[in-house]
């Protein structure tokens, strides 16, 4: 429940109805997935859901990584900086506290 709406969920946490996100939807997300919200995290968080209005497609995590250093730089654009935020699935994780399905690749 979120502002007396009750959002759905898919089993692993995504949100049924990519429409249903916003800035309140992804700080409860993060709690469920107990991953504390800071500006680093809000930066990936948004660029992952500018991404997917801009190509319509989710990206594997190479092609994601790619992206982040492009519009971010290189010292945001890599493996140990994304798994850093988030250590159990840079992509998986950006992709489902953006309100976004869950990648293809992703387990």
């Keep these: 429940m979120v502002n007396n709406l009750c959002i759905g969920t898919t089993e692993q946490g995504f949100l049924v109805n990519p429409a249903d996100w916003n800035e309140e939807v992804a700080k409860l997300l993060a709690e469920l997935n107990n991953i504390p919200l800071n500006d680093a995290r809000w930066e ?21 990584t790619k992206a982040v250093a492009g519009k971010l730089g290189d010292n945001k654009g890599n493996s140990r900086y994304l798994l850093k935020l988030f250590p159990d699935g840079p992509l998986k ?15």
Excluded: E, H, S, W
Aim: charged content about 20%; proline content about 11%; aromatic content about 20%.
């Design 93 to 107: 994780y950006a992709c489902k506290l953006a309100g976004l399905p869950k990648p293809p690749t992703c387990l």
């Design 44 to 64: 990936i968080i948004l660029f992952m859901r500018d991404f997917y209005k801009q190509f319509k497609y989710l990206p594997n995590t190479r092609v994601f």
